[in-house]
């Protein structure tokens, strides 16, 4: 009876505790309810964030195709290699590290012992981590080692889908294409990102906007059959389609791999273009590298063709050429002394190639095709003028960049001061301009007076609504020059390669075909100063040409920087053995026909004394036949043989003029051309052996007086000479008599 009152007491504490506590119950329910928050968060929107769940639709990276719809670079998927180490994972982890890494080791590139230490590391704090990647030798695998994997059933190993860069071709114009990195951003998640080329300048272009599925779930995550979903699908990156051609890209390629592999030189760049639009068909470098691996990136960044600038040699003289055309100054038939020449009196001579000992006095024709730097130096300094020539440096763009779509353009380096930079800029020196300038400035010769600018994106396509969102049309950037001009400077410039005299000659002739172009052999600055470096392999051996030569299609430049030569070997030859066969094969697969060349065989040449030197040659050669001049004059006093004869196949034509007679270059002259101009000139010929001509006692471009001897020394005839003539030698002498009597 003691206890009950205190009984009765603690009863009614208990009692008001739980009442208070059912009226702060009922409170909160009830605020709740009215205002759908709790400790200032809105419960509905806690709910929605626990049930509701929401994946990234990755987009994807705009593809890269050549002209032609050959992919060049895409997007594929791949896989990344995991191992689940954390045994809370049972049944799904790796259970036995010995034999996981054996059976691994077969099908990735990493050694057994190093797949073992993964799949047996501790963190810092000796605890096992939940999961662990296996490096590069993990990544980006293919379907193929996937599924071989997975066919060992190997408890714990797992794979998560990526996406991976694909570059199908290997080294092919690496430069220009550029590659991609992964990269994590501040959100922590890994972006695709271009490092270099056009996968660098069209990132933005390329990259495509990630998309999202936004569902509602169960508490175990599973889709909520009547639940909200939301779909933002992912915007892909734009395809892109270049002017590249595979194909002479893939001719391109093979070409620079066996000079690089026989000559080992310190650098190579070439570039194939449509004469007609100024597309890039095909742009290569060495040493280059391989976008997937990255393999050779460190030897160079840049694109050679477009971010360096270098004295152009040789090739220069062919716009120079074109300049002295347009303004009426250059008479190929006009005699210089060649050798050397001062343009000042305290300056240093200009010299010739070969040691400045020239040819003699010699026609500036024979200056084009023998590349006399004097020849240019007259033409600059006598005939263009100063002032007039540097107007055309500007019209050919040799001063601005060309602005083609490739990032990390330079411009050129016109040194343009003092009378002797004005002319050695004439011949290719002291001035520095980029291959692309060179490039965009043929397309003026190659296209009628026309210079396009230069391109490589044809094309930007949106693949998701099928539609193009930029296309690139021909642009005529400037006309610096007539289509008369451009046809007379191809016309010379294909004796280059066609004349015994050209420095081009029995290297760029592609049979059937007329290539017209121009060789160059630039002096590269001493790196320490005071001059150029000297040595028979320290040049930039180059070459320009287009072709056919009429109605060109194709222009392409190649250039080699110090190749390993031996003293008996020139440096254009690397140059012709990437030029020769990327033109012909390039010129064979865009099936562009032939030149027509006659084919004589017992034919009578048209007649031509009584013309001027230069019409006798067109009227000629437009009629299929090789013309050979004597003399300095003007005019045709005399042809042998004449119109009242026939000639065979691959027979010269040998034209006297009225002034002073000068003796041509007859190495691999039958004997037959030998006796004409014997007789034309009332030498006194003497021979030795048979055949064709080896040697000569008079040197080519020296005069010729009445009564002198000439004494040849000939040879038996090789194959491509027996094609050429099946006469014997007693042949030759009785028709001979018959057509000089």
Do not use: C
Request: hydrophobic residues 35%; proline residues 5%; without cysteine.
């Amino acid at each position: 009876m003691n206890k009950q009152p205190n009984i009765n007491f603690g009863a009614a504490i208990l009692f008001l505790i739980f009442s208070l506590l059912f009226f702060v119950l009922i409170f909160r329910f009830i605020s709740i309810q009215f205002t759908g928050e709790a400790a200032g968060h809105a419960l509905a929107a806690k709910a929605q964030q626990k049930y509701e769940r929401e994946k990234t639709i990755e987009a994807k990276r705009g593809t890269i195709y050549d002209r032609n719809g050959e992919v060049i670079a895409e997007d594929t998927v791949s896989y990344k290699l995991v191992a689940i180490l954390d045994k809370s994972m049972k049944p799904d982890y790796v259970k036995d590290p010995d034999k996981t890494a054996k059976a691994l080791s077969d099908v990735i590139d990493l050694k057994e012992s190093e797949i073992y230490r993964i799949l047996t590391k501790k963190t810092k704090k000796g605890k096992t981590p939940f999961q662990v990647e296996f490096g590069k030798a993990g990544r980006d695998l293919p379907l193929k080692a996937k599924l071989e994997i997975e066919e060992m059933k190997l408890p714990g190993i797992t794979f998560i889908t990526d996406s991976k860069r694909f570059y199908p071709n290997g080294i092919f114009a690496s430069h220009l294409i550029g590659y991609v990195e992964k990269k994590n951003n501040e959100t922590n998640k890994t972006d695709t990102i271009g490092m270099l080329g056009l996968e660098q300048s069209l990132n933005e272009i390329l990259t495509g906007k990630d998309g999202k599925f936004r569902y509602e779930s169960d508490i175990w995550g599973y889709l909520l059959p009547n639940g909200d979903q939301m779909i933002k699908p992912a915007q892909n990156g734009k395809d892109v389609y270049l002017t590249i051609d595979k194909k002479i890209q893939t001719f391109l390629e093979d070409s620079l791999n066996k000079v690089d592999e026989e000559y080992k030189p310190k650098k190579m760049v070439a570039v194939v273009a449509d004469a007609k639009t100024g597309d890039i068909l095909a742009m290569g470098q060495r040493p280059s590298f391989h976008p997937k691996t990255k393999e050779g990136i460190e030897e160079t960044w840049h694109n050679e063709v477009i971010e360096n600038s270098f004295e152009p040699g040789s090739t220069m003289k062919i716009f120079t050429l074109a300049a002295a055309i347009e303004e009426g100054v250059f008479n190929p038939n006009e005699g210089f002394k060649s050798g050397s020449y001062k343009v000042t009196e305290n300056s240093p001579a200009i010299r010739d190639h070969n040691q400045g000992r020239g040819w003699g006095s010699i026609t500036y024709l024979e200056g084009v095709q023998r590349s006399s730097n004097v020849a240019f130096a007259k033409i600059v300094k006598e005939k263009l003028g100063f002032e007039s020539y540097r107007e055309y440096l500007t019209k050919f763009g040799f001063e601005d960049p060309t602005g083609i779509d490739l990032p990390n353009e330079t411009g050129g380096n016109i040194a343009y001061e003092w009378p002797l930079e004005k002319v050695t800029t004439g011949f290719g020196q002291g001035t520095a301009i980029t291959p692309i300038q060179q490039i965009q400035a043929a397309t003026a010769i190659a296209n009628d007076g026309k210079m396009m600018q230069p391109h490589v994106i044809g094309r930007i396509v949106d693949s998701d609504k099928n539609e193009v969102v930029k296309e690139t049309k021909p642009e005529v950037k400037a006309e610096p020059i007539t289509a008369e001009t451009a046809k007379k400077t191809r016309d010379i410039l294909e004796t280059v390669v066609s004349s015994e005299n050209g420095t081009g000659y029995k290297r760029y002739n592609i049979e059937g075909y007329e290539v017209a172009g121009k060789t160059g052999t630039a002096q590269i600055p001493d790196p320490n100063g005071g001059g150029y470096q000297t040595g028979h392999e320290n040049f930039i051996f180059s070459f320009l040409g287009m072709a056919p030569k009429d109605n060109p299609e194709l222009i392409i430049y190649v250039a080699v920087q110090q190749p390993d030569l031996d003293l008996s070997t020139n440096g254009a030859e690397p140059v012709s053995k990437i030029f020769t066969p990327v033109m012909k094969s390039s010129l064979q697969y865009l099936n562009i026909e032939p030149s027509k060349k006659l084919k004589i065989n017992s034919e009578q040449a048209p007649e031509v004394e009584g013309l001027t030197a230069e019409e006798a040659k067109k009227e000629l050669e437009k009629s299929g036949f090789e013309a050979i001049v004597l003399g300095k004059g003007d005019k045709v006093e005399r042809q042998v043989p004449g119109n009242m004869y026939n000639l065979l196949e691959g027979e010269r034509v040998i034209l006297k003029t009225d002034g002073e007679l000068t003796i041509p270059d007859m190495n691999g002259w039958s004997l037959r051309d030998v006796m004409k101009v014997a007789k034309l000139a009332s030498l006194k010929l003497n021979t030795v052996g048979n055949g064709y001509v080896v040697k000569q006692n008079l040197k080519a471009g020296s005069s010729l007086k009445e009564g002198d001897y000439l004494i040849v020394e000939l040879e038996p005839p090789s194959q491509k000479y027996k094609d050429n003539d099946l006469n014997t030698e007693e042949d030759e002498q009785e028709e001979m008599e018959t057509v000089l009597d």
